[in-house]
């Protein structure tokens, strides 16, 4: 379970996945789409996406060659929960911030 939790709870796989579940992207796509990810992190995150069965990656015979990543089956399943905590991020994200301010945390920018 700790295996598969730190998959789908890690940032780049949660704007990945949300991204791909608005339609089919190329890599470049994804890479403008998502701020502050480098492209090895990018490959890493979808290449593990891959390998776990929720990501599907389709080449196409073109010159060049072109690469297009959308969700599997199971990708999909995966849209539903992390909705549901993004509503809660949403919401409860003001009184986080103040409980940060009270305890003098810095905000984590990661």
Sequence with gaps: MTDVLRRVGDKWTVLV???LGQRPHRFNELHRGIEAISQR???????????????HREVF???????????????????EPLS????????HQPAIA?????????PRTS
């Design 17 to 19: 996945v949300v991204l």
């Design 41 to 55: 992190m990018l490959t890493r995150t979808l290449r593990g996406l891959e390998k776990d069965g929720l990501v």
């Design 61 to 79: 015979a073109t010159i060049p060659p072109s690469v297009e990543y959308s969700l599997t089956p199971l990708g999909r399943s995966l849209l």
């Design 84 to 91: 549901g905590l993004a509503t809660w991020a949403v919401e």
């Design 98 to 106: 103040a409980s940060r301010r009270v305890n003098h945390l810095p």
